[in-house]
């Protein structure tokens, strides 16, 4: 055993860090500030909707999407949110989901379609993905701390890391699941690329990417709630405060509120992919 | 025209159009490669597709003539088509028929490039479609060329609309423009109404005829159809080959039609290549390949097929034996048919038009009441039939009538005698040379 050394990995990971951190420290904080600014914002407006009213219209849209018995969870799920008082905390949290899974969206899919193209590409992105997903949270939660300061912008960060893969890995297999026979219906009338993409194997893999779209939204969910470590605040921050000064009821409550809210995003993400009018074959 | 230079010609011309197709077709090549001008629509030389990763090797054991089982052996490369050469004529129907795994689709994904050959040329209008550039490539199936397929490859996310304006739309064509092609091909499919509706609302059928209209609506010189009846019930496989029939004699596209069924191959094929294990074995009209098949797998493939529905009249009449003019009298039409054994004899005029018929019973009556004119017993209503009516149409007529079918051109001029005997035994597979 002596005779092989140690493996310096924890030397080297500092060190890159370290070194990360000195040279581009400067430009991730001013992105870090950018997107502070994003996620406050969204945040804002979230908080600016009298509640009463964004009550009403998710339940009218998990009527719309999920049926009547959600939309009737929904209603007396979210009227419990406001009546114990963690409506805006809520707010945080949901402003932070959207921010991540919007970001997941706009750079999980085109690599999601780059993953089901390019061969090389797969064989790249594949092992990265398991990485990210296996990876244990608290490994790069705490790390991002010097680059991104604390608050909600790593809590996104971490949360896109954890959030993402679905949304690749589905992109690429809902592509890579377009018949054979259509693929070649698109080229023998002479499509191009792009016509290719955004005539035939999109609107195909649709149902697919957005399952990869809902996972995406719970897992976000969920790792939302684990960033109030590093100060992302939102209904996660006081589960937190709750276990931190023993205060177990208030950890409850928030625990359900995040149950709830949970459960409306699944179901009405859920049946975007099936309400298809037109009919599947 | 002098007549006795019209029959000329016809003398000559007749044995060699019916007897040597192919030699015709032969010397119509050469004389097109003098003149250099006129090209085939579809030109395939020497076709070659290998599928695996490392073909060269592959590709000079099979040009040194090692067998595809071989190839497979010795370098894990499999042939898909092989030395396949032919051409196909503007407004010809070119099927293309064999077992499944014998190579015709691949064949004919290489003529859109769907498949990349391996070797050869394939030259539409000239140009080589292996050698494009992608552009150009692109440009050549939106406009020249259009695939039908087997499982019909409709998008279901589409109304029936818009899945048959597809090709217009990868072309850029205005949407009311391309609304207003789509309903046209539409109609001549006969799906009028259905324009909103998606696929999923339609049956197999109607959903092939969406998939013809696609293919009809860029108005392609070419189509190329794989196997587009297969997935049919028989039913509705027969109507839609009617159909295609249709359309293709009002339009007069080229088709080049890939089947397994052979009764389909020679309902539809102006020519047929006929494939197994990769190589074109027999290329040829329908008749040809039933009646001189080339070697004993075509023989043993067309055994069973329905001949009725595939053999005309030409091929299985038999020359007029005994023919009698208006000015012969009926005792030499009496005498003929004695010699002959018959019991009718037709009339001809002096230029061979069919005037009518006469009966052994009617002639000796007249020998007998010593009128010595044939006209006041030539009977007229014969059943008639063209050299190219099919035998199906004529079996009825056949078994019910008594007197045998003449078989006349469209001067009237009679060709030939179809008699039970000889339509029996064209049935039964015999060899035209046993007739003559």
């Known amino acids: 055993m002596h005779s092989i050394p140690r493996l310096p990995l924890a030397q080297w990971t500092d060190q890159l860090i370290n070194y990360l951190q000195a040279n581009w420290g400067t430009s991730t904080q001013a992105f870090s500030n950018q997107m502070e600014s994003f996620i406050k914002g969204l945040q804002q407006v979230l908080i600016a909707i009298p509640p009463e009213l964004f009550i009403i219209v998710m339940a009218f849209l998990a009527w719309w999407l999920a049926g009547r018995k959600m939309a009737i969870f929904s209603l007396l799920g979210l009227f419990f949110i406001y009546n114990v008082q963690l409506w805006e905390v809520t707010m945080e949290t949901l402003s932070m989901v959207i921010a991540s899974v919007l970001l997941c969206a706009v750079v999980g899919i085109p690599l999601g379609i780059f993953s089901a193209k390019n061969r090389t590409a797969h064989q790249l992105i594949s092992p990265v993905l398991d990485f990210m997903q296996t990876l244990p949270a608290f490994v790069y939660l705490l790390p991002a701390i010097p680059f991104f300061g604390l608050g909600v912008v790593p809590g996104v960060l971490t949360t896109i890391i954890f959030a993402m893969p679905p949304v690749i890995r589905l992109t690429d297999l809902g592509l890579r699941q377009v018949p054979e026979e259509l693929i070649e219906l698109g080229k023998s009338f002479g499509s191009t690329f792009f016509q290719m993409l955004f005539k035939i194997e999109l609107p195909l893999a649709r149902a697919t990417i957005l399952a990869g779209i809902n996972q995406c939204i719970m897992l976000s969910l969920s790792m939302v709630v684990i960033a109030a470590m590093i100060g992302a605040k939102g209904l996660g921050g006081v589960v937190w405060r709750a276990i931190q000064t023993l205060k177990f009821g208030m950890g409850f409550e928030a625990g359900v509120a995040i149950v709830v809210i949970a459960i409306i995003l699944d179901r009405i993400t859920q049946n975007l992919g099936k309400n298809n009018k037109k009919g599947e074959i | ?436």
């Not at chain 2, 199936?141 to 029936?160: G, S």
């Not at chain 2, 004119?373 to 035998?391: C, H, K, N, S, V």
Request: glycine content about 8%.
């Open chain 2, 1 to 436: 025209m002098p007549i006795g230079l019209n029959g000329h010609h016809i003398f000559v011309a007749m044995p060699v159009m019916s007897l040597h197709h192919g030699l015709i077709m032969a010397t119509h090549d050469l004389h097109r490669m003098k003149e250099g001008m006129i090209l085939a629509k579809i030109e395939i030389r020497n076709l070659t597709k290998i599928y695996g990763n490392n073909v060269e090797k592959a590709l000079q054991m099979l040009k040194d003539g090692s067998s595809n089982q071989r190839i497979r052996e010795k370098t894990r490369q499999v042939v898909g088509v092989r030395e396949a050469s032919f051409s196909v004529d503007e407004g010809e129907c070119f099927v293309i028929m064999g077992l499944s795994g014998s190579g015709k689709s691949t064949l004919l994904r290489c003529i859109n490039r769907l498949i990349k050959a391996t070797e050869g040329e394939i030259l539409i209008d000239g140009e080589d479609v292996n050698k494009m550039a992608p552009r150009r490539l692109e440009a050549l199936r939106q406009e020249k060329m259009a695939m039908v397929f087997q499982r019909f490859a409709l998008l279901p996310h589409r109304t029936i609309l818009d899945n048959i304006a597809y090709g217009l739309e990868v072309q850029g064509m205005r949407r009311s423009e391309r609304y207003e092609k789509a309903l046209q091909a539409l109609e001549l499919v006969g799906l009028k109404g259905w324009e909103d509706a998606y696929p999923g609302n339609l049956s197999g059928g109607m959903q092939q005829r969406v998939g013809i209209a696609r293919a009809l609506a860029t108005d392609p010189d070419i189509l190329l159809m794989d196997e587009p009846f297969s997935a049919l019930d028989p039913l509705i496989r027969q109507d839609m080959q009617d159909e295609l029939l249709g359309i293709q004699q009002k339009l007069q596209k080229t088709i080049l039609f890939v089947t397994h069924d052979l009764d389909e191959a020679l309902k539809l094929g102006d020519r047929i290549a006929l494939m197994k294990d990769a190589s074109i074995v027999q290329i040829g009209s329908p008749e040809e390949i039933l009646l001189s098949p080339a070697s004993d797998y075509v023989a043993r493939f067309v055994e069973n097929v329905n001949r009725s529905r595939a053999l005309t009249a030409s091929a299985v009449m038999v020359k007029p034996r005994a023919v009698a003019h208006p000015k012969d009298g009926p005792l030499t039409a009496l005498t003929f048919m004695e010699k002959h054994g018959l019991s009718t004899l037709f009339v001809t005029d002096r230029s061979g038009r069919l005037q009518g018929y006469v009966q052994a019973e009617d002639a000796s009556d007249l020998v007998d009441k010593g009128i010595r004119e044939l006209d006041g017993i030539i009977r007229d209503d014969m059943p008639t039939a063209t050299p190219d009516t099919m035998l199906a149409d004529i079996l009825d007529t056949l078994a019910y009538c008594k007197v045998p079918v003449a078989v006349i051109d469209e001067q009237r001029k009679l060709k030939g005698v179809l008699v039970r005997g000889s339509v029996i035994a064209g049935l039964a597979g015999e060899r035209r040379g046993s007739h003559a």
